[in-house]
């Protein structure tokens, strides 16, 4: 059974940084596409960023670009987001998924079949 467990979240101040990541078992990411995506209660679940099987094919979403990097490490099955000058706004639980499909990085919820069980990132004003 595929596992995404993401780490790395917690509490930070505005304008502090953290990196999340998402290590897979059961899955060997290389080759597949990857993304994170965040969630607030109430509020549907928003696309963050996303990473080809290449580092150089990455996709954000408006509201973290410039701010928030993705990036994968193959030899050790993770993906990494890399969160800089944080806002309050950022505040929800993280989300790591997985294509199981060869495919290009999508924004889309639906292209996406295996998820984690979530992040919590809270960033204080």
């Known amino acids: 059974q595929v596992h995404l467990v993401e780490s790395g979240g917690g509490l930070v101040q505005t304008g502090d940084s953290l990196r999340l990541s998402c290590t897979a078992s059961?899955?060997?990411?290389?080759?597949?596409?990857m993304g994170w995506f965040r969630q607030v209660p109430g509020k549907e679940r928003e696309f963050v960023a996303a990473i080809g099987w290449h580092n150089s094919i990455t996709l954000y979403g408006d509201s973290v670009k410039g701010r928030f990097t993705i990036s994968r490490d193959n030899a050790k099955n993770t993906v990494y987001l890399q969160m800089n000058s944080l806002k309050p706004e950022d505040t929800a639980v993280y989300y790591c998924?997985?294509?199981?499909?060869?495919?290009?990085?999508?924004?889309?919820?639906?292209?996406?079949?295996?998820w984690g069980q979530g992040t919590q990132v809270t960033v204080s004003s």
């Open positions: 998924a997985a294509d199981a499909q060869i495919a290009p990085p999508s924004r889309l919820l639906g292209a996406y079949d295996y």
């Open positions: 059961e899955l060997t990411i290389t080759s597949r596409a």
